[in-house]
């Protein structure tokens, strides 16, 4: 199964070949400063994304540990890659046409850091970290 996803100028488009992981959200403030909003995302073997346009894509070192990608144009926060694993999480709302049942929001990760002005009441398993 192919799905293609982009940032919403379309100066960063690619398609994931494979299934999908769950979708977690998560609430660390890195990802609440870099996205707006706690962050939903999807992983996959990184060998299974590929760039169909990157003119746009910037890649960011948010940490000792990690580095995200983002546009350059748009400022949309697309995928986070932690060192040595292998894996791309990637943003489950840049995704398009995403089909029925491909992914879905599993758990709350990182509620340690959730910012004070929401609550999360949805009944999914939460966790302080990751």
Not at 73 to 93: H, N, Q, R, V, Y
Request: proline content about 3%.
């Amino acid at each position: 199964m192919e799905i293609r996803g982009s940032c919403e100028c379309g100066e960063v488009t690619f398609s994931i070949n494979g299934p999908l992981s769950a979708t977690f959200a998560c609430h660390c403030s890195q990802c609440r400063k870099t996205s707006g909003h706690y962050w939903a995302a999807t992983e996959v073997p990184s060998t299974h994304l590929r760039l169909i346009k990157d003119s746009g894509l910037k890649w960011y070192r948010s940490s000792d540990q990690a580095r995200r990608g983002f546009c350059v144009g748009c400022g949309s926060s697309l995928f986070w890659e932690a060192d040595g694993e292998g894996t791309t999480a990637i943003g489950t709302g840049t995704l398009d046409d995403l089909p029925n049942g491909a992914t879905t929001v599993v758990k709350h990760i990182f509620m340690a850091n959730k910012g004070t002005y929401y609550d999360v009441a949805d009944g999914l398993p939460q966790s302080e970290s990751w």
